[in-house]
């Protein structure tokens, strides 16, 4: 009997033991829980980047945005190939200075062109997610005309009572990149004809059939066709890669 009493009383003293340890361990996760939720709450970010698009204020308001608050979850991710999908970047990197300050290096996804609306700039990119609103007008960008939109809003893609319009534009703001145009603006109509204004002549692209071909054959006439004042009509892919520029007269000069 004795020996039975002994033996519970050990039992229940492991089992109080292992309970402390067991409340011991929870504190002490909680504790770090805590410590990781308040400790690297994150207050700002530098940024590097390469285009300059963006200033560092845009970049701190879409971080907000996005909800992320937490400086080592961000760098933890970043650092295990986790990262965050942001917008703003085709690629970025996460230095940590502080719990409560982070430098994010960055390569900024291309703006395409924009939309100007009661004087405000709406810059997209690719995908014709509205990027960046702003008074100011960036140097190099193309000023987008003939999209009718229902919509812009930032950080969402552009909402149009044409998608095929949207569509046609897409392909043609993101294949001109290739060359060194200097597009000043783009034009689309109803029926998705595409226009481009390059120096002081337009290039009537048509539909986007044979895109890539007619934007070939326009490199390689660029030098001579930048020359004059006109309109070139490039509506019809040319095997020969000839077309007919119509010069503009004198009065319209």
Wanted: charged share 35%; with cysteine.
């Amino acid at each position: 009997m004795k020996q039975r009493r002994k033996l519970k009383r050990r039992r229940r003293k492991k089992l109080r033991k292992w309970v402390k340890v067991f409340i011991i361990a929870v504190l002490a996760i909680a504790l770090l829980v805590v410590a990781v939720i308040f400790g690297f709450k994150l207050q700002k970010v530098d940024t590097k980047l390469d285009l300059g698009q963006f200033t560092n204020k845009e970049v701190n308001d879409y971080i907000k945005k996005e909800g992320i608050d937490n400086t080592l979850w961000f760098w933890i991710k970043n650092k295990t190939g986790h990262s965050d999908k942001l917008e703003l970047f085709e690629d970025y990197t996460v230095k940590m200075n502080s719990p409560f300050k982070v430098t994010i290096t960055a390569y900024e996804k291309k703006l395409k062109g924009y939309i100007n609306v009661n004087k405000i700039y709406y810059y997209f990119d690719e995908n014709g997610v509205i990027l960046k609103q702003s008074t100011e007008k960036i140097k190099g960008i193309p000023k987008i005309t003939g999209v009718e939109c229902n919509n812009l809003t930032l950080y969402k893609k552009m909402d149009v009572k044409n998608k095929k319009v949207l569509e046609n534009l897409l392909d043609v703001t993101t294949s001109i990149q290739e060359y060194k145009y200097n597009v000043k603006r783009i034009d689309v109509n109803k029926d998705a004809e595409a226009t481009m204004y390059v120096k002081n002549v337009a290039v009537q692209l048509g539909k986007n059939s044979n895109l890539d071909k007619k934007l070939r054959d326009f490199n390689d006439m660029y030098d001579n066709v930048i020359k004059y004042k006109g309109t070139l009509n490039m509506k019809f892919v040319s095997e020969d890669g000839s077309y007919t520029l119509k010069k503009a007269d004198e009065k319209s000069k």
